[in-house]
């Protein structure tokens, strides 16, 4: 068989998410770290309703650019997330059968889970889990998540984020990420090589200091203003903006030792509090997908 | 009739366990088995204990299918009560035997240690032992404990990763028992890939051969001994040797079901690396064994350990060497790029790098650590290494800022030492460096360069002082900053290399470099040493009560203390010592009953010859024992004091301490005090527990 490229992978995995009951979002308009970050993660984790859902999410972080010349380290990667709620007891097998629709003949190789425990300091979140390593090759983070905004989380979701550029790289058996085939034609160098230069040297040199400090208080300020007003899901974009920001000034190598922890506590308190907030709002409006959702999955044999 | 007995079986099927947690689980899982099996009276034979990362198996044998009947006696009220003068039966008699469904004729008088007491016995049937196990295995899958777990079912049962499955048997007949929602069966799972999903079992061996059928290998010695095989194998067929690696062994035992070697290569050019950077990179990253060609330099393979019976066509060998290429790229690059800039040109930016939020910076750990290094060599006669230890001071945290330790963070130290041998530092500046952060345990071993000692001494000695004084103190199972391994080091360095140094200054030094003076956190790392001298004396094999009875003679200088220690510790066997250390109770009982007591006896009113000998005896004792002590043979010290052992059994055979009148009995408390005092400089034997043999 011929090697999937990474929209092929993409369309694989949507197909078959979409054959386990979940919603296939499209990736936050908004820049995050992480998949776990979008809304479609973070907030509906939280409370008894039950959701399905996978969406690809472009993740950047900035400090791990390399200017396009490190041929596995990206400032902008791309994940696959998956988040099934509550987390069924066929999950690790569901997964696998996802590796094996991509092609991978299990039998032939060494996959192996390896404890990983994730966690967010900024999110007030964490979860118990693995790395997924494929011949020794991490592909996937496998996350039972415990905590979100720091509130206790029940029923427990089941996290799966697949590294789509390590994935691509072991199914194509290429040596650098450049090299990969993202449509039949175009290659991952072709639409990307130019977005790390340029973003490695906004991330690290060119990035205003002073300006994205100034963001970060007034994005923060706003966050908070949103939250007292109920605008919750607003309010949490401003959060994800701070979380963002935080990260450039990181890069830029503009936060010292002292500031640091006192950054990230002042974004963690915004999550914690979104969190908080959402919950409420969930319940208000008596938890609508509790009835939908119950009738639409039945549990997978 | 003699009770049939029956095998017991149980695998708790789990996804991945993490390596560490397996085999404390499964022997906490078999202890709390068998416990509970004795407490309900049931006997059992040999039990069998077996785990893969993705099962926990204990099996029982020999356990009977029923309880033993019971005779059990239920105690009622004191006969006193229960009969009247008269010798008939009250009423408080007649409503016990009604409240336990007995006629009066059926009760019976029991004598007790209260006295005696109204009764009755009645028989309780045994119970059958599989009905007691539904509740017995669960209640014991419920107990094991795991350093950290997690919750995912609807009853949010907590478990290290989540149950799957549970085979639950006894003699062939399933345990039907519901835990997080799973269901005990008779049905096991076998290898991920290469087995069948649902595989019937009847008994422990039908268990573990359809295991083996289905590529699972549940005992960890075989799987152990499959993979040192194969890691020898593969080690001689490329004409090296494997570098040893037992922790690495026991991960990978502990991490593959059907585990086989595979070997693969790197190319030459990363060879221009350190070695220990290729180890590094290859082990914690990548859980890779090295090789070792017959001059013990690196050869250009790697030994992986992979979950699957082989690799037929390469393939897993070809994935793994690609990452590792990438790996040994990112190592090669950090070590070409991070030695544009000098090591000694880092210093500044360790001003960003956070040693401990309260606690500052590394910069501002680097300036505490200069100002005591002068203070301490000085006062270990070592200040001829004045020069380099400063010169390893200023270089020593500055690997934390290069790319390499960003990546490879169990390599700090070592990298540091490196790069600093890289620019031509000298070899007591460098291997300082290098070695600051060993012991890494215990059992491993310290620095092998003075400086590396002095300087991974005071290293510490600043962590530990400097979490003190903000609170971060280790209590219980609490040491976020493992501060009781950092004084464990501290300790260890003092042993292995001799060093004689007080306590008290050391630790005042490093507080005065906090800008403290005179601080109540002293007594607080004073008590904190002496718990860490304690550890380490027992683990070293000292028995407790010797080391009661040194530290109880003070420890402000371990290494004296260490050394009396190992006197005592022979001494403690000879006969005369064990009756000297009895009597020496008896004067620590006198003297704490006299309250405080100071000075010397008056010669002129030791009448009684008894005591009069002792007080001669201590005379000529005194010196001697000084004279040893100054030499640090406490060997001698202690014989010394042995030969008091007659005078002193005469003295309290002869001698009443306790005279009436009181300028006497002051007196001879006073010469009580002098005899302990002499002891005391050594050792508190009082504290010495003594035996009675047979």
Redesign the interface.
């Known amino acids: 068989m011929r090697s999937k490229n990474i929209q092929q992978i993409i369309l694989t995995l949507e197909q078959f998410w979409d054959r386990q009951g979940c919603v296939l979002q499209q990736p936050y308009d908004l820049e995050v770290g992480a998949g776990t970050m979008a809304p479609e993660t973070f907030l509906r984790v939280l409370g008894p309703e039950p959701y399905r859902v996978a969406y690809v999410m472009p993740s950047r972080r900035p400090t791990d650019g390399r200017y396009g010349d ?3 380290r990206v400032q902008k990667h791309h994940q696959y997330q998956v988040i099934l709620k ?2 069924p ?1 066929n999950v ?1 097998d569901l997964y ?1 059968q996802s590796l094996a629709a991509l092609g991978i003949d ?10 990983d ?1 994730w966690e967010s300091p900024t999110l007030g979140a964490w ?2 889990g ?1 790395q997924v390593l ?4 991490e592909i996937t983070q496998f996350t ?1 998540f ?1 905590q979100a905004g720091g509130l206790d989380l ?3 979701s089941a996290e799966i984020t697949y590294g789509l550029e390590r994935i691509g790289t ?1 199914i194509a ?1 290429v ?1 650098s990420i450049y090299d990969l085939k993202w449509s039949a034609k175009v290659t991952y160098r072709d639409i990307r090589h130019r977005e790390e230069v340029e973003f490695s040297k906004y991330n690290f040199e060119a990035a205003n200091v002073d300006m994205l400090f100034k963001l970060f208080s007034l994005y923060e300020d706003e966050s908070k203003r949103l939250l007292d007003i109920g605008l919750v899901l607003p309010a949490y974009d401003y959060c994800l903006k701070c979380s963002h920001t935080f990260n450039l000034l990181d890069s830029r ?1 503009a936060i ?3 500031e ?2 006192g950054i990230i506590a002042r974004v963690r308190q915004l999550a914690c509090e979104v969190a908080r907030r959402y919950l409420e709002s969930r319940e208000k409006q008596g938890f609508p997908l509790l009835e939908t959702n119950a009738a639409a999955q039945p549990e997978p044999a | 009739m003699t009770m049939e007995k029956k095998e017991l079986v149980i695998e708790l099927g789990v ?2 366990i ?3 947690m397996l085999e404390n689980a499964s022997r906490q899982f078999e202890d709390s088995l068998l416990e509970s099996l004795k407490g309900q009276r049931l006997s059992t034979g040999a039990a069998t204990r077996w785990h893969t ?1 993705r099962r926990i198996i204990v099996g029982i044998q020999e356990i009977p299918a029923s309880q033993e009947d019971l005779l059990e006696t239920v105690t009622g009220p004191p006969k006193s009560v229960a009969y009247d003068s008269g010798g008939n039966p009250t009423k408080a008699a007649q409503a016990f035997a009604q409240k336990n469904g007995v006629p009066l004729s059926k009760t019976k008088i029991t004598q007790t240690p209260k006295g005696e007491y109204l009764c009755i016995e009645r028989k309780v049937r045994g119970e059958k032992t599989h009905r007691l196990l539904e509740r017995l295995i669960p209640a014991a899958i419920a107990r094991i404990q795991f350093p ?5 079912s ?1 009853d ?1 049962f907590r478990f290290a ?2 149950l ?1 499955w549970i085979v639950a048997l006894f003699g062939a007949k399933t345990v039907r028992f519901t835990i997080a ?1 799973i269901t005990s069966s008779h049905f096991t799972t076998g290898h ?3 087995g069948k999903a649902r595989i019937p079992v009847d008994s422990l061996a039908s268990l573990r051969d359809r295991l083996r059928e289905n590529s699972v290998l549940v005992d960890p010695e075989e799987r152990l001994v499959r993979i040192q095989s194969g890691l020898q194998r593969e080690a001689e067929g490329c004409g090296g040797r494997l570098l040893e690696d037992p922790d690495l062994l026991k991960t990978v035992v502990n ?2 079901e059907a585990p086989s070697v ?1 070997r693969g290569s790197f190319e030459d050019r990363f060879l221009a690396l350190p070695k220990e950077i290729l180890i590094t990179v290859m082990r914690e990253h ?1 859980k890779y064994f090295s090789v070792l060609d017959n001059a013990g330099r690196l050869l250009p393979v790697f030994l ?1 350990v ?3 019976e082989s ?3 390469g ?2 060998r ?3 060497e ?5 790996r040994l ?2 190592a090669a ?1 950090f070590w070409e790029t991070d030695r544009k800039i000098k090591l000694a040109d880092r210093e500044e930016s360790l ?4 040693f401990q ?1 309260k606690l ?2 590394y910069y501002d750990k680097t300036q505490r650590v200069r100002a005591l290094l002068p203070r301490v060599a000085g006062a270990l006669g070592r200040s001829a290494l004045l020069t380099d230890l400063e010169a390893a001071a200023h270089l020593c945290k500055c690997d934390l800022v290069t790319e390499m330790v960003k990546e490879f963070t169990d390599l700090q130290g070592v990298v540091g030492g490196l790069y600093a041998r890289a620019e031509g530092s000298r070899d007591a500046v460098w291997r300082a460096v290098y070695e600051q952060y060993e012991p890494k345990s215990t059992s491993a071993s310290s620095p092998s360069s003075d400086t590396g000692a002095i300087l991974a001494m005071v290293d510490r000695l600043d962590s530990v002082c400097g979490c003190f004084t903000v609170g971060l103190i280790p209590s219980g199972s609490g040491d976020p900053f493992a501060v009781r391994r950092q004084g464990n080091g501290i300790l260890k360095i003092i042993f292995d290399h001799r060093l004689s140094i007080s306590l008290k200054d050391v630790i005042e030094w490093s507080l005065a470099a906090y800008g403290r003076e005179r601080d109540p956190v002293c007594e607080g790392l004073r008590e904190f040493f002496e718990g860490r001298l304690r550890f380490l004396f027992e683990e070293m094999g000292y028995a407790y009560d010797c080391v009661n009875a040194i530290l109880a003679a003070g420890f402000d200088d371990p290494l004296d203390a260490l050394e009396r220690l190992r006197a005592l510790q022979e001494l403690r066997q000879a006969p005369d010592f064990l009756s000297l250390a009895s009597n020496f109770k008896r004067v620590v009982n006198i003297l704490s009953q006299a309250g405080e007591v100071t000075g010397v006896p008056n010669e002129s009113m030791l009448r009684d010859p008894a005591e009069s000998a002792l007080w001669q005896s201590y005379l000529r004792v005194r010196p001697e024992v000084e004279a040893a002590r100054r030499s640090h043979d406490y060997g001698a010290a202690l014989r010394s004091l042995a030969s008091m052992r007659g005078v002193v059994d005469e003295f309290f055979k002869a001698v009443m301490v306790m005279a009436e009148d009181p300028a006497t009995r002051n007196n001879r408390i006073s010469l009580l005090y002098s005899v302990s005092q002499l002891f005391r400089s050594i050792a508190d034997i009082s504290k010495i527990v003594i035996e009675r043999g047979v």
Do not use: C
């Open positions: 490190n041929p596995n509550p987390s007891k690790q696998l299990l039998k032939e190789h060494d996959l192996r889970f390896e404890e425990n979860g118990i693995w494929l011949d020794g090759l039972y415990q029940d029923p427990i072991f058996q040596d190598g010292s030792v002292t640091r922890v | 996804e991945e993490p390596a560490s990362p950290k777990t997690m919750h995912w609807p949010h990763r989540p799957r929602d991920r890939f290469l991490l593959n595979v990548q992986a992979v979950n699957l690799d037929g066509d393939i897993i070809t994935g793994h690609r990452v590792l290429r990438a790229a990112d690059f001003r960003h790098v956070l939020e500052g910076s």
